[in-house]
């Protein structure tokens, strides 16, 4: 069947990186000329609506349905299929236990699927009870494609053995996200410190994110050096701790802490340092647009980190007791010829590697291949 008319299923629009890929696929497949619909999880009000005048958005109404058979997304999607007959392929932003019985409502309607991953965590069998586990490898395996976007977690997926995986890296406007040749203009807009060096972690604030962790390597703070942490706080106990740290070792002066904001370029512009030592899995969008606006990245270990990083080239990798990686902090932190040096190569590396219109390509030519 070709591919004419592509239902987006927006499985956590909570989740910003879900919500951002649906947006941005969805406007991207329709200027190439493919009709496009989408589907989201909450039940009313769905910030996706109005995005695109020709893009309808349906909402999950509550229902009755069992959580365990799919919830009220099984519904919604029923009704969808059957109340439009031009959708030819339904594609998921993600993957976990709740594809598997959307994924029966397609079979149902014979409409092919496919997915997304957004994380290495929907190839991770021993998260999911164990009598679902041989059921949601035979639904992934007969999906028309798999997307991942690393090397990472091709390799988590060819352990499960499919042959259906493709890897198209993830991409990047680097038209939105580009540096500015001065930094005090919109440091001053935003109300930071002119004259610091400031180091930026965008994460929610939870265990997981480190923001403790990254706040004790940055010290001692002051005048000279700055912290900002953009993101919703997702544990509060976490985030008291977080404050009290912050209370303890005085230094409450020389850290902002804001909500998530829409305008993530103009604060990855106003910044100096990229910083996340956790949760590189789940924002290696957000990495690359620190880059593509001109900032080296500080990167925990993980199965991504040294690629994200061009082999160390835009940034540094933090592996554990690794003198010489905490030295290499220190130094990108401290010294503003040393970070210039890795900043050097952040854009052009981005650009080169992740640039969205390589990634809408790609996209455009998996579909081409489908029909």
């Not at 190439?32 to 989201?40: A, E, N, R, Y």
């Not at 109005?50 to 009220?72: A, M, N, Q, R």
């Not at 580009?178 to 972690?201: A, F």
């Amino acid at each position: 069947m070709s591919v004419s008319h592509v239902l987006l299923v927006c499985l956590q629009e909570e989740d910003g990186k879900s919500l951002q890929y649906t947006g941005q696929l969805a406007l991207a497949l329709l200027a190439q000329g493919f009709g496009v619909s989408i589907l989201t999880n909450v039940p009313s009000d769905s910030i996706l609506v109005g995005i695109h005048k020709d893009i309808e958005v349906f909402h999950s109404p509550e229902t009755k349905w069992p959580d365990l058979l799919g919830g009220d997304m099984v519904v919604a999607l029923r009704k969808a299929l059957k109340g439009d007959d031009n959708i030819s392929h339904v594609h998921f932003m993600g993957l976990g236990r709740q594809v598997l019985p959307l994924s029966y409502v397609c079979q149902r309607y014979k409409t092919p699927c496919l997915a997304t991953a957004l994380n290495d965590e929907g190839f991770d069998l021993p998260k999911l009870p164990f009598y679902m586990r041989k059921k949601y490898v035979k639904h992934l395996d007969e999906m028309a494609q798999i997307i991942v976007s690393s090397q990472g977690m091709l390799e988590k997926a060819n352990i499960l053995h499919f042959d259906n995986i493709s890897l198209i890296k993830e991409g990047v406007d680097t038209d939105r996200f580009k540096p500015v040749l001065s930094k005090r203009p919109i440091r001053r807009e935003l109300d930071l410190p002119e004259g610091s060096t400031i180091v930026c972690c965008m994460a929610d604030i939870e265990p997981a994110n480190k923001q403790l962790e990254t706040l004790k390597l940055c010290m001692p703070l002051g005048d000279f050096l700055h912290v900002i942490f953009l993101g919703k706080v997702k544990d509060v106990a976490y985030f008291e701790k977080l404050k009290e740290e912050m209370r303890r070792t005085a230094i409450e002066p020389y850290v902002t802490i804001r909500d998530a904001v829409q305008n993530p370029e103009d604060y990855l512009r106003a910044c100096d340092v990229f910083m996340l030592l956790g949760g590189v899995e789940k924002r290696q969008t957000t990495v690359l647009e620190a880059q593509s606006c001109g900032l080296p990245v500080v990167l925990d270990a993980s199965s991504s980190a040294l690629s994200l990083t061009n082999g160390n080239k835009t940034g540094v990798v933090l592996y554990p007791n690794n003198a010489l990686a905490k030295g290499a902090v220190e130094k990108l932190i401290s010294d503003p010829n040393f970070r210039q040096g890795k900043a050097l190569y952040a854009r052009p590396f981005v650009k080169k590697e992740h640039d969205f219109k390589d990634m809408m390509g790609s996209y455009k030519k998996l579909y081409e291949n489908l029909s």
